[in-house]
């Protein structure tokens, strides 16, 4: 076995991914399934040699005890720790982050309620802590589950491995007890240059090519726009925003070379760009995509300093092996996965598909002086291809608003003049002199992005989406193309392994293309502390009934549009006076579009109707301080209660959702 890294991270990967979507019973009948096959190939070793499926098969088996070990010793021990008003103790371990009206922390806790403890949670304040990175704090917080109340937020949490929140209890600014500490702590040295990097780009730049630079350089897009975020994701280039690869290499390479540039010795060049790759991995937080260059990045680098060539398949193997064996549920990340598509599809595809062009051009003798430029813009177009070879297919089942066809022109249009972005501002977040150097340069740059981005966002174009049904008959599918491909390999009349890879992708890549879309109307009440806030949605069709709170309505809003893969409300009912029932009201009407709005003193009748789609109607009732609505949907009628009561006439109807 030539690649054993590649054939037991690639397996690992696999396996934890398809896990992660599925019930959590399906990991045994999948620990007994590879159990079987594992025994399956050693008993038939002697007379075949089945050293590659006992590796993947033992893979396998790895990767679902991993899975089983950190659901039941980690995940659902630090969510049993929820609760009210509780003491804590705890080590900030992250500067602080003001978004959406709130500052935003994370935490390591040493004891909760004078119990030891060594939870990782996320701090969520009205204000700020006045302390440094990992200074104590002591205070009285509830701990909630994140995601819990976000519509399809709770498993991007779930794989992060970031899995609780605290919110502290009281009113007043002094409310955290402060201990400072001091003593060496490596990370702190690490969050200072954050932060600085942070005011660099803050100081030199505008709010909008700051904040895109943020995100580009350190994932950081809280301070981009929702709608701008939106249109990144549905013109299919929001991997710019996952650090990994591209923003890796370029960097780190960038090291390299200037150093080779001054005269530096090789193993110098390679041991200082290691040294600023592991340093990068720690600016990013530890991201697990950002880890997956990393060691990747790592691996090629210590061919320099070895003056051996790695074999970049089974780096990006061991790679895979390395994080799923330290955190299984980051298989879920969308992330990580689209950061493993493009750079597997690269090393897969980009010389086959750059092979016709470059025999062209070495038959094109009237090309030659512009070898160079059309070797390179053939070479571009190649990578562009291999790595969406395999992450359209990721988008088209991770995404709500699936895979456009303009996917291939975005990224072909924008990942060049993103590269150039990220090393400028890579320069200019080192020192404010240079920031103010660069910025004329970048500033623009960054504008056009975000206007090209836009402008590519209006175009009409058709989308490739999937779903969880088909592709489970794809998987199904290509199970019996290889338990088929393995009985005639058995029989003696093996097929050639790419008519078998390509029935397999065929499989699957057709899977994908056939979505079943649910024709059900669905309601969430979501999370906005005090006041109403129902979603309603059919596909892509959304309305709003209440949009008031006081924890962040506009944002729950638009996390559970992003979900419905849509910018636009069918109706956006207001009931009544106060940030209970309008707290969001003014910031979704300048953000979205909505066809239809009704106002409380808009109506001039107690009883008004009002249409969603086909098969969602309701009635909304106003009179004398009562304001309730009637929605019929999938063939039934329910309430909702906003103020009041309801009239006697919809007594016997069910509510659509608790107001509790």
């Not at 086959?352 to 571009?380: C, D, H, Q, S, V």
């Not at 608003?401 to 150039?420: C, E, H, Q, R």
């Not at 419905?564 to 069918?570: M, N, V």
Request: hydrophobic share 50%; proline share 5%; net charge positive.
């Amino acid at each position: 076995m030539s690649r054993p890294f590649a054939v037991v991270g690639f397996t690992m990967l696999l396996t934890l991914a398809a896990l992660f979507f599925l019930p959590e019973w399906a990991v045994f009948p999948a620990l007994a399934l590879s159990a079987l096959g594992f025994a399956a190939a050693l008993l038939l070793r002697r007379r075949h040699n089945t050293t590659a499926f006992a590796a993947a098969f033992g893979a396998a088996m790895a990767a679902c005890v991993l899975l089983l070990g950190q659901l039941a010793m980690v995940y659902y021990p630090t969510i049993g720790q929820t609760g009210e008003k509780l003491p804590v103790r705890a080590q900030i371990l992250s500067n602080g982050n003001y978004l959406y009206g709130k500052y935003y922390y994370t935490i390591r806790t040493t004891t909760i309620s004078d119990q030891p403890s060594r939870l990782k949670l996320r701090l969520v304040s009205p204000y700020p802590v006045y302390a440094k990175p990992y200074d104590e704090i002591t205070f009285s917080g509830t701990i909630f589950i994140l995601g819990d109340y976000e519509v399809g937020r709770m498993d991007a949490y779930k794989a992060t491995g970031l899995y609780l929140g605290v919110y502290p209890t009281g009113r007043s600014e002094d409310r955290f007890e402060v201990t400072h500490r001091r003593g060496f702590y490596p990370m702190r040295a690490v969050l200072w240059m954050q932060r600085n990097i942070r005011q660099n780009i803050r100081a030199a730049y505008t709010r909008e090519t700051a904040a895109l630079l943020e995100g580009m350089l350190l994932g950081d897009t809280g301070n981009l726009s929702w709608l701008a975020q939106e249109e990144f994701r549905w013109v299919g280039i929001s991997h710019l925003f996952s650090v990994s690869g591209l923003h890796l290499s370029l960097l780190a390479w960038s090291v390299y070379r200037a150093l080779r540039a001054a005269k530096c010795s090789r193993r110098a060049c390679a041991l200082s760009a290691m040294g600023f790759v592991l340093f990068f991995i720690a600016l990013t937080g530890f991201q697990a995509s950002c880890v997956r260059a990393g060691v990747m990045m790592l691996v090629l680098l210590s061919g320099r300093l070895f003056y051996r060539r790695a074999d970049s398949l089974n780096s990006l193997g061991l790679a895979a092996a390395v994080l799923m064996a330290v955190s299984p549920l980051s298989a879920g990340q969308l992330g990580l996965e689209l950061s493993f598509g493009a750079t597997l599809g690269i090393l897969l595809f980009r010389s086959r598909l750059a092979a016709p062009g470059e025999r062209l051009l070495k038959r094109w003798k009237a090309a030659a002086p512009l070898k160079r430029p059309l070797r390179a813009a053939n070479n571009g177009l190649a990578i562009t291809a291999s790595a969406l070879a395999l992450t359209t297919p990721i988008q088209m089942l991770r995404l709500p608003n699936g895979a456009s066809l303009l996917v291939f022109l975005a990224n072909l249009l924008f990942v060049p003049l993103s590269s150039l972005l990220i090393t400028l501002g890579g320069l200019s977040a080192l020192l404010p002199s240079f920031a103010k150097a660069l910025s004329p340069a970048a500033e623009p740059l960054g504008a056009a992005i975000s206007r090209g981005v836009h402008a590519l966002d209006q175009i009409p174009a058709p989308v490739l989406r999937g779903s969880g049904t088909t592709v489970a008959f794809a998987l199904a599918a290509c199970a019996l193309f290889a338990a088929a491909a393995l009985l005639l390999r058995y029989w003696g009349r093996p097929l050639r392994l790419r008519y078998t890879a390509g029935l397999l992708s065929a499989a699957l890549i057709l899977g994908c293309w056939l979505p079943l879309q649910s024709t059900k109307t669905k309601a969430a009440k979501l999370a906005t502390g005090e006041g109403i806030m129902v979603f309603v949605s059919r596909g892509k069709q959304a309305a709003l009934l209440g949009c008031g709170g006081s924890e962040l309505p506009a944002r729950a809003a638009k996390q559970a549009l992003s979900a419905a893969a849509t910018g636009q409300l069918q109706l956006l009912l207001i009931p009544g006076k106060g940030s209970e029932f309008s707290a969001a009201a003014a910031e979704l009407a300048r953000d979205l579009q909505i066809r239809r709005i009704l106002r409380y003193d808009e109506v001039t009748q107690p009883y008004t109707p009002f249409s969603l789609w086909e098969g969602a109607r309701g009635i909304f009732f106003c009179q004398g301080g009562n304001a309730a609505c009637l929605l019929q949907m999938n063939g039934a009628q329910y309430t909702l209660l906003f103020s009041g009561a309801l009239p006697a006439e919809w007594q016997g109807f069910p509510p659509l959702i608790s107001s509790g």
